[in-house]
């Protein structure tokens, strides 16, 4: 493989999970033999001259919380002047540097990619992980159709696409992208920053006051407002189905967010929710594993139908019994009844049933952990992910411009 210079660039970062992501595929990049300059002009504590793990949670915060509260078409106006506002950072970087391509994380809306590129005759490989028809109901009436034409435009007229999913990868041929121009790569996780001793894991349920309960995970941020219903929904009653089987549970909800208040009112109005739950809050990445480690179940409740769970990758590294819904982004991921147990999505009555099921079969759990940190170790490590992805970056840059 030949080293290349590769600008990887998104125009912000509106999630603490998204930070996680971009700087570990270009760490991912780098190790893979790349020289690679990292441009996020908006949103990011590193664009703002900051490094620490508290100012990325809270930059993430802030734009969710202003995506909560004013208007779509004031969200989506801020989005249009975001993709302009960055246009320039990156022109001047590609002038400066002369990548061999722009890897772009793609966001709605963003066309400044894809004009650099063509303005530079430098190759952009697409980085997608949603489209606008995805969260429309997130977009004002009068930019709808515009914000579906951009995310159609700017595929098509990118030289490759990286995507997280097939459902994505079969959305894109639909519109007639090349299918030997797509490359899906699942997410991925550093596997050995999730070992955790026995000694760990008794002291973090020692200070969780769960040292002989069953402990039930959930890592999830909670910034999601269109989703918000249906995750607080499934989650709560989830809880009281398996409390009612299990009445000495513990429910770890690790990951903070703006809407973690709403949530908390819905969990504290019934007595046993409320003794029931541990919500840790927004902690910093690094700390993931430790809560991770003092988990007996892992559950997914609820998730977007076409991404790639972080949350998934995680809980394997974790070596944890996974619950995840039946869908094919997850299916993807897990294989049932081999790596996770997977109940019909939206159903609650199957979540707790499973959980259950688990939590009574020890035997059965630990098969299931073992197999998922396997299938980890082996398929979704940020190593293997940085190896594929350079290799089909070099490709694409050795083909004609599109």
Known sequence: MTPMKIVYYTRGLPRSTHEVYMEQTAEALRRAGNEVIPCFPIGSARAAGQDDADAKASAALWMAAARQRVPRLVWNLGQLWANRTAYRPLLDLCQEHRPTLIHESYLPFGTSGLRVAREMGIPLLLGVHEFAHHILNLISHPFKGYAKRVDREVTLGSDGVMCVSNVLRDEIIGWGYPEERILVLHNAVDADAYAQSEAERRETRRALNADDAVVIGYLQAWNALER??????????????????????VFLLI???????????????????RKAARMVGQIAHAEVAKHLGAVDIAMCPEHSTFTS????????????????????????ILEADT????????????????????ARSPALARQIASAARRAVVEGHTWDAYGRQLSHFAERIAALPLA
């Open 339 to 358: 790596t996770a147990l997977l109940f019909p999505a939206g159903d609650a009555a199957g979540l707790a049933h499973t959980i259950v099921r688990l």
């Open 309 to 332: 769970p972080m949350k998934l990758f995680e809980y394997m590294a974790a070596e944890l019994p996974i619950v995840a819904p039946r869908q094919p982004n997850v299916q993807e």
């Open 228 to 249: 918000f219903s249906e995750m607080s929904r499934m989650l709560v009653e989830t809880m009281d189905r398996v409390l009612t089987e299990i009445p000495g549970a």
């Open 255 to 273: 990951g903070g967010g703006v809407l973690l208040d709403r949530l908390r009112e819905r969990l504290e109005a019934d007595p046993a929710r």
